[in-house]
């Protein structure tokens, strides 16, 4: 994204921005991971399909019009964008930003399977990390 707003000039999204992301801190999942790490050396860990040996996790679900909103106001402060505010785009408009495929759609994991293991996510959201001046060029 820090590329692509100091070529464009702006942080767009996609129409009216509603499709949701929901991003993973890295240590959110850290001692779940060590927890499956475990699991897989007990004898009644799942030998099945793939699917009995997957956990698909998730955090906070985020829209991308929030997220552009979050990295618009930080990347203006540190100078690299003209504007505090995002600017909505078609997904025809976005083509030669090269972010229609992640934006214009939902990117939402949910995690039953993981929950009930007890996987819960505990670190702030992309969103907090942005505002509260996380480093966005290594977004």
Known sequence: MYQKAKEIGFIPYIGNGTAIANFIHVKAVTSFTLKLLD???EPSSPQGSSYERT???G???ITWKGAAAAFSKAYHAKGLI???EPRGVSFAEARGAGIQGIMSCDM???SPRAERLGYKYDQPDLLQYVRTGGD???V
């Open 108 to 110: 939402r994991f949910i």
């Open 39 to 41: 699991l897989s050396q």
């Open 82 to 84: 003209a504007s505090p």
């Open 59 to 61: 955090g906070p679900d």
């Open 55 to 57: 956990f698909i996790i």
């Open 136 to 138: 966005v060029a290594s």
